[in-house]
């Protein structure tokens, strides 16, 4: 599609955000929301014509691109024949797309359980935790995002939890792996794997672990910085929780459905979680859905126990049906595969290529679709880019760095003092030669930050 410059209906779409929209992990005041006039495949829009090379996948949750017909006309055939229907009942789409998800998910994980997005998913699957286990406790990992409301916030382990925080959530955070920015004064991926399950377990013991009920983890951390786990980590958390009987939950909120070139980013590591979150790249983000996939022994826990817990719009059926459409889609057309190969070919190469050429990348680091550009102010100290948690001047190095990756035709993905480049599953491999052009152009405007 052709964009079609139309500045006033623009004007007009902003002013009405601006008067009556109260957006998200922002100050009102100090912000100005692009107004975006349309988006097909990895691109969108705005109302002056200018076109984006979308590396953010809206919230890395676009994982078949914008306005997929398969899906869109999915969405309208369900909405013709039932929109809604309450979530006691059996309905078709909600059925065949339980039954979808429960194929690809690992182990014995054949229960799923709809909400609305990955945060009430988070919040229920920890309710379940504790009861299945009886315990009150969660330990949840620094350098970690699990959602906005308040069990999910409280075990996300970035700033965002910090204006909710009342320490009355029963949550004790720990360090996981990250061996760029180790904890542990590790040298090796071997080193790093081993003390971090050492701390782990000395964490487990000193907490006490007959008040545990679960470790949450993202299985590939997303927003906190896509940090792929040493071999043997995970597989090290799981032989912990089984030796202390304690529930593991991996969050693939951010990570599943084909993100990481496997439908989970579990699939990598061959580990099986007692629970999983899903949310975002179950239906590419097309209609709000959610959910928890829960083995046979937490399902059993509630077969003639009450779960107490549910939402009014658990499994809807326009949701499950754009679900259903999505993962056909990605059976048929390869998307998964499609994110492995052009992963492994085209975009960690050019990521490593540029880090050779632009001293302000520090390290890249990804798999599949699901890669991270590390931007320091100086490769010898690791001395990142921009502060921790830096705002208004003290982040200007990375603020200067998105708008040049913007006027080089690319949304990036910035946080903190990264970019992520995580665009659509089923992107061209001409469309990533064009972004990683673009990010190029972009670093260069880093490296003039470089001591």
Not at 168 to 194: D, I, K, M, N
Request: proline share 6%; charged share 20%.
């Amino acid at each position: 599609m052709t964009p079609q410059p139309n500045p006033e209906a623009g004007a007009a779409v902003k002013a009405a955000d601006r008067a009556h929209v109260f957006h998200s992990w922002s100050a009102q005041e100090l912000i100005d929301p692009l107004a975006v006039a349309g988006a097909e495949g990895s691109y969108f829009w705005d109302y002056d014509g200018r076109r984006y090379l979308d590396f953010t996948s809206g919230l890395v949750y676009t994982n078949i691109g914008y306005q997929h017909p398969k899906v869109v006309a999915a969405i309208q055939e369900q909405a013709a024949r039932m929109t809604t229907f309450a979530p006691a009942f059996a309905v078709e789409a909600r059925s065949e797309a339980a039954r979808l998800i429960a194929e690809r998910t690992p182990g014995d994980l054949d229960k799923i359980f709809f909400t609305n997005g990955g945060a009430d998913a988070v919040e229920h699957a920890l309710r379940m935790a504790r009861l299945h286990t009886g315990r009150p406790k969660v330990l949840s990992a620094y350098r970690s995002y699990h959602g906005g409301t308040q069990q999910a916030v409280n075990v996300t382990g970035d700033p965002r939890r910090w204006a909710s925080d009342s320490a009355t959530a029963g949550v004790v955070h720990f360090w996981a792996p990250f061996l760029y920015r180790s904890r542990f004064y590790a040298e090796t991926e071997e080193q790093e794997c081993a003390r971090a399950l050492e701390h782990l377990e000395t964490t487990i013991a000193f907490e006490g672990p007959s008040t545990i009920a679960a470790v949450i983890l993202e299985t590939i951390p997303g927003t906190a910085g896509i940090m792929p786990p040493p071999p043997g980590y995970l597989a090290g958390v799981r032989e912990l929780c089984d030796k202390y009987g304690i529930v593991l939950v991996l969050d693939e909120v951010m990570a599943g459905f084909g993100r990481t070139g496997t439908w989970f980013a579990a699939d990598l590591y061959d580990v099986v979680p007692d629970l999983m979150t899903f949310a975002k790249g179950v239906n590419s983000g097309y209609v709000p859905l959610g959910g928890v996939a829960i083995s046979a022994e937490i399902a059993a826990t509630f077969a003639t126990r009450p779960y107490p817990g549910g939402l009014t719009y658990s499994g809807h059926p326009l949701a499950c049906a754009a679900a259903v459409a999505t993962i056909n889609v990605m059976e048929e057309e390869g998307v998964v595969e499609n994110a492995a190969s052009l992963g492994a070919s085209v975009v960690g190469p050019g990521l490593r290529e540029l880090a050779g050429r632009h001293p302000s990348v520090g390290e890249v680091r990804g798999t599949g679709m699901f890669w991270a550009v590390e931007l320091v102010r100086d490769r010898e100290t690791r001395e990142p880019l921009v502060p921790y948690n830096a705002s208004g001047e003290a982040n200007a190095p990375m603020a200067a760095f998105a708008a040049a990756a913007k006027k080089a035709g690319l949304w990036p993905f910035v946080n903190m003092n990264r970019t992520h480049v995580v665009p659509p599953l089923n992107t061209s491999e001409a469309e990533l030669k064009e972004g990683l052009a673009a990010l190029d152009a972009a670093l260069s405007v880093a490296d003039e930050y470089v001591k």
